[in-house]
T-cell receptor, first 111, second 117 residues
């Protein structure tokens, strides 16, 4: 069974600070996605990374896929209250496109 | 493109009752997925369809659960003889399943929150 563990589980920081969320597995994934979920809503895709070592930027968010495609990180620069939410990483493999989700990181940005 | 639609948004039922949820995927999306999410956890895969064919079922999907996608469009998820442990958010997602690098991107609905009393 492939498992994805995220750390930290909870994070509460002041507006303007930087933060990094980690997603780790002992298994290799063909691709890894990051989602953000608001209370009472479904997850919304932020990014997909498919190549080991790949780095993608989405405004103040930087995503990195580990060289061995077993781990990933999400870095947010100058966090804003609108970044508050549940961040989920999810891995998938070619030929079996079901997503294996991580345990989630609940982020709260304090104004 | 109206997105993935799920109904109802909330369902409260008594233990032992049957419930059915509906998911309307994005039009022309061939693949449809069901996930379950309990409080404080990430979603867990239940099953998925390629058109009308159910291709994979998780061990989480006990014999009280059944999913259908009869015409390859909308899907239903039925839970028979509900138990309190079935209380969760049930999420549906769809993807194109063909054509180009974005074919496997899954778009999620807002979910159906089930509470079993």
């Amino acid at each position: 069974t492939q498992l994805l563990e995220q750390s930290p589980q909870f994070l509460s920081i002041q507006e303007g600070e930087n933060l990094t969320v980690y997603c780790n597995s002992s298994s290799v994934f063909s691709s890894l996605q990051w989602y953000r979920q608001e209370p009472g809503e479904g997850p919304v895709l932020l990014v997909t990374v498919v190549t080991g070592g790949e780095v993608k930027k989405l405004k103040r968010l930087t995503f990195q896929f580990g060289d061995a495609r077993k781990d990933s990180s999400l870095h947010i620069t100058a966090a804003q209250p609108g970044d508050t939410g549940l961040y989920l990483c999810a891995g998938s493999n070619f030929g079996n496109e079901k997503l294996t989700f991580g345990t989630g990181t609940r982020l709260t940005i304090i104004p | 493109d109206t997105g993935v639609s799920q109904n109802p948004r909330h369902k409260i039922t008594k233990r032992g009752q049957n419930v059915t949820f509906r998911c309307d995927p994005i039009s022309e999306h061939n693949r449809l997925y069901w996930y379950r999410q309990t409080l404080g956890q990430g979603p867990e895969f239940l099953t998925y369809f390629q058109n009308e064919a159910q291709l994979e079922k998780s061990r989480l999907l006990s014999d009280r659960f059944s999913a259908e996608r009869p015409k390859g469009s909308f899907s239903t998820l039925e839970i028979q003889r509900t138990e309190q442990g079935d209380s969760a958010m049930y999420l549906c997602a769809s993807s194109r399943g063909q054509g180009g690098p974005a074919k496997n991107i899954q778009y999620f609905g807002a979910g159906t929150r089930l509470s079993v009393l």
